[in-house]
């Protein structure tokens, strides 16, 4: 057992256990998983190597490997429609990455949206190594925090990129993805999104499905979609074989097949009709976080939201950093991430903003009438950062809302003091 065989990991992992249960994580990227996706995570398919895809292997003993691979796929193909999906990938990352080097050549262009307009690091950020290999070009959202369809029409046909990328990691608008297919089709591009963000809202059927539309679509298989962390490539037939052969052998070798098999049972999960009732939650959620943030003066970047996240400058509303923001919040037990804002004047270590998500208070449970109150502390305490006394009774508001609901996924977390 982990407790007598190593007790400094276990007495982390009873930490992080109780830091989980007595905070409330409001980073908009993260979630809980089921005690069924914790259980698949720790069997013994970590100890198999599976080279290869079900029914052409490289090693022998893949009777069960083959059993959770091809549950994985079939589920996958069920929830988002696709054609082709690989479920190896180890994470989102990865995934962009043999999706990008499956079909394009280094050197290649790509139109992705710019980070501090809600892009991600992997869309073209100069600081990453898909950066360095291809060429990125990067749109911004207008004035009004949409995205410009004419703008991105008339950037397509004049830089003529090989692929368009559509995704977010901070944006928090519907994409119109019939109009970025269009583009893509107009100039020739092949189309991809990244759909790790909204991945579980799209499973759960609350906004509309982007796989018709796209050659590819890369994600990440936590976030709203309550897996293992992971990642996952979904792609029409056309790019089955690239795609496959980008992945094994050409950026990764064995798959975590432990990691495959809680991607199944995730997946299962998913298709329940308890998943959709979730993800329609989140968004209320999400929309009533939105309303209460903008009553009590904070500005809601992209004018507000229509998926499970907000962005708010609070610089710009209460005078107070990013970084001020997410150290305030963490004292009264609310965990959130400073994040920049549209061209933001301040630095990514201490920007304007801070991203709210609510995906995984909505798993605890917590709906509208929660959310009104977690508002109220969020606003109570970076109105006045500097008022020690506002922290305690905040504190003890967010603290009676972990004990009225327990973080799924651990046998005892009600008693986790
Ligand atoms: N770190 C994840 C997020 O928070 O959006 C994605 O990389």
Do not use: W
Request: proline share 5%; net charge neutral.
């Amino acid at each position: 057992m982990l407790k007598s065989s190593d007790p400094q990991v276990y007495g982390a992992v009873k930490n992080e256990e109780r830091r989980q249960q007595n905070g409330l994580e409001m980073i908009a990227s993260e979630n809980y998983v089921s005690e069924a996706v914790l259980e698949a995570l720790g069997t013994v398919f970590t100890n198999k190597y599976s080279e290869g895809y079900p029914g052409k292997r490289y090693y022998g003993g893949q009777d069960f490997t083959d059993v959770v691979e091809t549950l994985a796929i079939e589920r996958a193909k069920k929830l988002f429609g696709a054609e082709h999906v690989n479920v190896q990938p180890h994470s989102g990352a990865p995934a962009n990455m043999i999706a990008y080097s499956a079909v394009l050549e280094p050197g290649d262009k790509v139109l992705g949206m710019d980070l501090s307009h809600g892009g991600h690091l992997t869309h073209g950020h100069p600081v990453t190594l898909s950066a360095q290999v291809y060429n990125f070009v990067r749109y911004k959202t207008d004035k009004t925090g949409k995205i410009d369809y004419q703008a991105l029409e008339k950037m397509a046909i004049k830089e003529k990129p090989k692929m368009i990328l559509a995704g977010f990691s901070a944006y928090t608008r519907q994409l119109d993805y019939e109009k970025f297919a269009e583009i893509a089709k107009k100039v020739g591009a092949i189309s991809m999104i990244d759909i790790a963000h909204i991945a579980g809202l799209i499973a759960g059927k609350a906004i509309p499905n982007p796989t018709p539309h796209f050659d590819i679509v890369t994600t990440t298989t936590h976030k709203t979609l309550r897996g293992p962390r992971g990642g996952m490539v979904m792609c029409k037939e056309k790019y089955a074989k690239a795609i496959d052969k980008a992945t094994f052998p050409g950026f990764q070798g064995g798959p975590h097949m432990n990691n495959v098999a809680a991607k199944a049972v995730a997946f299962g999960e998913a298709l329940r009709p308890e998943f959709k009732e979730y993800a329609k939650q989140v968004i209320r959620n999400a929309k009533i976080l939105e309303r209460e943030l903008a009553s009590h003066g904070f500005k809601l970047m992209f004018g507000g939201t229509d998926n499970h996240m907000v962005l708010v400058d609070v610089y710009g509303s209460k005078g107070v950093t990013g970084k001020e923001a997410e150290e305030a919040l963490d004292k009264i037990g609310i965990t959130i991430n400073k994040n920049v804002i549209p061209d933001d004047p301040r630095s990514p270590l201490d920007p304007s903003g801070v991203r709210i998500g609510v995906p995984a208070i909505t798993t605890r449970g917590m709906k509208e009438d929660e959310v009104r109150i977690i508002a109220k502390q969020i606003n109570l305490v970076l109105s006045d950062i500097k008022n020690e006394k506002v922290y305690s009774s905040a504190k003890e508001a967010i603290t009676t809302l972990c004990e009225e609901y327990p973080m799924p996924g651990i046998k005892e977390a009600a008693s986790v003091k």
